[in-house]
T-cell receptor
């Protein structure tokens, strides 16, 4: 089955810095890679996703890159703000109704 | 706005009690999931259902059962709660392209 590794487990940055979270996956059949943000006391919410036919996707201050050959993908947050503080999960799946496999999460702390 | 609603946000139960966690989605999704979230362990899949009255075990089904009598409702049942089941429980349904929609979570404490 699929195995997703996520690093780091904790990331502490100053407001305005960039933050990068990295994930690797094992199953070459995976072609859908979502990222979820979980704020304190809430359920995870999808913030951005990427499919295997795309190498990079951007949405304002967040971007995701995918390297299918190396089987890794990353989340980049620029100009971090205190409201970016949350737990971030990466996931990988073949897409559609297939169950995604999650990384263990990264706790991002943005210091004002 | 699409929604997954978990009826209980916080529960405190005693060891041996039967616990029901209810989840309802309004998106007409076929597949629904129950996850358990513990610090450092991420999201672990307990059970999932791909249709009414259908269920499949996830990675950690021991001590849990589920019920899916209607498409929009998926319940998690702890037949006899134990202290090691103290955790955050998350319900989710899956959209057509593979994105998960989560509820707000149910934090269960078993004393």
């Amino acid at each position: 089955g699929e195995n997703v590794e996520q690093h780091p487990s904790t990331l502490s940055v100053q407001e305005g810095d960039s933050a990068v979270i990295k994930c690797t996956y094992s199953d070459s059949a995976s072609n859908y890679f979502p990222w979820y943000k979980q704020e304190l006391g809430k359920g995870p919410q999808l913030i951005i996703d990427i499919r295997s036919n795309v190498g990079e996707k951007k949405d304002q201050r967040i971007a995701v890159t995918l390297n299918k050959t190396a089987k890794h993908f990353s989340l980049h947050i620029t100009e971090t703000q205190p409201e970016d503080s949350a737990v971030y999960f990466c996931a990988a799946s073949p897409g559609g109704s297939y169950i995604p496999t999650f990384g263990r999460g990264t706790s991002l702390i943005v210091h004002p | 706005d699409v929604k997954v609603t978990q009826s209980s946000r916080y529960l405190v139960k005693r060891t041996g009690e039967k616990v029901f966690l209810e989840c309802v989605q309004d998106m007409d999704h076929e597949n629904m999931f129950w996850y358990r979230q513990d610090p450092g362990l991420g999201l672990r899949l307990i059970y999932f259902s791909y249709d009414v009255k259908m269920k499949e075990k996830g990675d950690i089904p021991e001590g849990y059962s589920v019920s899916r009598e209607k498409k929009e409702r998926f319940s998690l049942i702890l037949e006899s709660a134990s202290t090691n089941q103290t955790s955050m429980y998350l319900c989710a349904s899956i959209g057509g392209v593979g994105e998960l929609f989560f509820g707000e979570g149910s934090r269960l404490t078993v004393l």
